[in-house]
């Protein structure tokens, strides 16, 4: 059984830092594109960074610059370093693993708040 567990959420003050894990059991974590989404209240959910099992990295235009996309493949662990937060970072972020023909899996999400 396929289990991705997000942990590093909590409440920043505005130009604070968090950093995200994921840590994935139950597959092949080396193969997978591993990813960050969010989703704000009223919004859409949304791609925040994706890095293939290459190492391909990709960003949202929105949090380049500020954030960095990690994994660790020993590890089974994905990470999202996030610095400069601001209050529209504000969301729940979580953890997707993709791979075609093998599926596509979900954490339960961590809740980020940037506020004063």
């Known amino acids: 059984q396929v289990q991705l567990v997000e942990s590093g959420g909590g409440l920043v003050q505005p130009g604070g830092s968090l950093r995200l894990s994921c840590a994935a059991s139950?597959?092949?974590?080396?193969?997978?594109?591993m990813a960050w989404y969010r989703q704000a209240p009223g919004k859409q959910r949304e791609l925040v960074a994706a890095i293939t099992g290459g190492g391909s990295i990709n960003y949202a235009d929105s949090v380049k610059g500020r954030f960095t996309i990690s994994r660790d493949n020993a590890k089974n662990t994905v990470y999202l370093q996030m610095n400069s937060l601001k209050p529209e970072d504000t969301a729940v972020y979580s953890c997707?693993?993709?791979?075609?023909?093998?599926?596509?899996?979900w954490g339960q999400g961590t809740q980020v708040t940037v506020s004063s």
């Open positions: 997707n693993a993709d791979r075609k023909f093998f599926g596509s899996y």
């Open positions: 139950g597959l092949t974590f080396s193969i997978y594109t």
